[in-house]
């Protein structure tokens, strides 16, 4: 069974708000200045610390002990990436021209899937893993601030 979240962008701080339904569970958001995100689902923390300004990879930490659990790599030529977790390749791609659209597979399997307007979209879960979901969001937020975008 599938789960559906919606997510807003507050145009002034950038910050994702995630719900599902009325209930608010999540956020994404900018650490200071930093090149970091921060978010949160259900209590559970996670940091996203790029590196560097050219660099095309993402650590991944569980943020209560700072434990790293994923990479994320970005291949920016052409709008992928790729999340290693827990042992397991993620991959991301948009899933339409428009750029508005994009998916998480593990080999032919689609985890989740996305479409946004603007400001805000929704993602269909359909296995329950909070890190894969901010995981994905992350990963559609650095596309969209390195294509000038406000999606």
Do not use: P
């Amino acid at each position: 069974m599938s789960t559906t979240f919606t997510w807003k962008r507050n145009i002034f701080t950038g910050k994702y708000t995630i719900s599902t339904g009325t209930v608010k569970v999540g956020y994404l958001k900018r650490v200071g200045w930093s090149r970091s995100k921060v978010g949160e689902i259900y209590d559970k923390k996670f940091r996203f610390n790029r590196e560097g300004i050219f660099k095309s990879k993402t650590e991944v930490l569980d943020d209560s002990d700072q434990s790293k659990i994923g990479e994320i790599t970005f291949n920016l030529m052409r709008s992928k990436a790729s999340f290693e977790y827990l042992g397991e390749i993620f991959e991301w791609k948009f899933s339409n021209f428009m750029k508005t659209k994009w998916a998480f597979h593990r080999g032919s399997e689609i985890r989740l899937t996305s479409a946004a307007k603007t400001m805000k979209g929704s993602i269909e879960a359909v296995v329950q893993d909070d890190c894969l979901l901010l995981a994905g969001l992350y990963i559609s937020s650095i596309f969209h601030e390195n294509s000038g975008t406000t999606g």
